[in-house]
Nanobody
Framework: HVQLVESGGGSVQAGGSLRLSCAASGYTYSSYCMGWFRQAPGKVREGVATIDSDGSTTYVDSVKGRFTISKDNAKNTLYLQMNSLKPEDTATYYC???????????????????????WGQGTQVTVS
């Protein structure tokens, strides 16, 4: 059974930084593709960034140059470093992992939430 536990959310001022963490356990195929999503009030859930087994990453245009997704395989932890935060970054952020090997390529390429089967509980990020 796959479990994803997120931490690191909080309130920061515009221009500040925050680092989100996602501790993963009990997964197999999901280790090959993980991502971060976010959902703001009144908006659909948006794919923020993905990282595959080779370390290749994708980002939504709005965060390129500001956010960095990474992972520590030894600690089995996924990270999202968020710099130069803007008020529009305010959202609940979710860690996600794929649940099927057949979804690996498309999940890490297109950041569609339907391609991810495992989700964390979410952590709130508020930028004022």
């Amino acid at each position: 059974h796959v479990q994803l536990v997120e931490s690191g959310g909080g309130s920061v001022q515009a221009g500040g930084s925050l680092r989100l963490s996602c501790a993963a356990s009990g997964y197999t195929y999901s280790s090959y593709c993980m991502g971060w999503f976010r959902q703001a009030p009144g908006k659909v859930r948006e794919g923020v960034a993905t990282i595959d087994s080779d370390g290749s990453t994708t980002y939504v245009d709005s965060v390129k140059g500001r956010f960095t997704i990474s992972k520590d395989n030894a600690k089995n932890t996924l990270y999202l470093q968020m710099n130069s935060l803007k008020p529009e970054d305010t959202a609940t952020y979710y860690c996600a992992a794929v649940s099927s090997r057949w979804a690996l390529a498309r999940a890490c390429r297109y950041r569609r939430d339907a391609d991810f089967g495992y989700w964390g509980q979410g952590t709130q990020v508020t930028v004022s």
